[in-house]
């Protein structure tokens, strides 16, 4: 059985960097396609990128500049950075599974609620 | 940039057809998917590969996908079916979702 759990804290200040790690279980993160998302209080979904292989990565232009998602194989983790957040970066982050044969997210975490304020 | 347009909220009574449409520039051309966000929970994938229903999905659930228009379809409508719904397609190597309908069984 495939799950997800993110991690990471859940207060970040503003202007500093917020970390969050997705631990897999139940398949091998080199085999997937992996991404974040994140959904605003009562807003809707919006992607970070994707992760795949050995660290290619494919990221949304609107957030391009400051993300960074990476991937530990030998943990079965992969990771995001988000740089430089403002309060309008308080949201709830999902990890998901991204199947490109239909390009759609299979499996998600449960979500980790990331508030930034100082 | 691509968009993806669907009504903010559909009504249905219990036991009828609800339908969540989802909008875009030739949206038909693209592979759509469907999610169930219900309060406090993940999204739950329900559609993918515009007609497609994930293992343990409910037929009451099917999906259509034509022109600029994708279609998530509820027949025989469950007060449980009550959640967000969002849409989902693949643009120029970014995905996109749509802005979700909240539906409501009354």
């Known amino acids: 059985q495939v799950r997800l759990q993110e991690s990471g804290p859940g207060l970040v200040k503003p202007s500093e960097t917020l970390s969050l790690t997705c631990t897999v279980s139940?398949?091998?993160?080199?085999?997937?396609?992996w991404s974040w998302i994140r959904q605003a209080p009562g807003k809707g979904l919006e992607w970070f990128g994707y992760?795949?292989?050995?660290?290619?990565?494919n990221y949304n232009p609107s957030l391009k500049s400051r993300v960074t998602i990476s991937i530990d194989t030998s943990k079965n983790q992969f990771s995001l950075k988000l740089s430089s957040v403002t309060a309008a970066d308080t949201a709830v982050y999902y990890c998901?599974?991204?199947?490109?044969?239909?390009?759609?997210?299979?499996?998600w975490g449960q979500g980790t609620l990331v508030t930034v304020s100082s | 940039s691509y968009e993806l347009t669907q009504p903010p909220s559909v009504s249905v009574s219990p036991g009828q057809t609800a339908s969540i449409t989802c909008s875009g520039n030739?949206?038909?051309?693209?592979?759509a998917s469907w999610y169930q966000q219900k309060p406090g929970q993940s999204p739950v994938l329900l559609i993918y590969?515009?007609?497609k229903r994930p293992t343990g999905i409910p037929e009451r659930f099917s999906g259509s996908n034509s022109g600029n228009t994708a279609t998530l379809t509820i027949t025989g409508t469950q007060p449980m079916d009550e959640a967000d719904y969002y849409c989902q397609a693949w643009d120029s190597s970014t995905v996109i979702f749509g802005g979700g309908t909240k539906l409501t069984v009354l």
């Open positions: 998901a599974r991204l199947l490109p044969h239909g390009n759609h997210f299979d499996y």
């Open positions: 139940g398949v091998s993160v080199s085999s997937y396609y």
């Open positions: 030739n949206l038909g051309e693209k592979d």
């Open positions: 590969l515009d007609t």
């Open positions: 992760i795949y292989n050995s660290g290619s990565t």
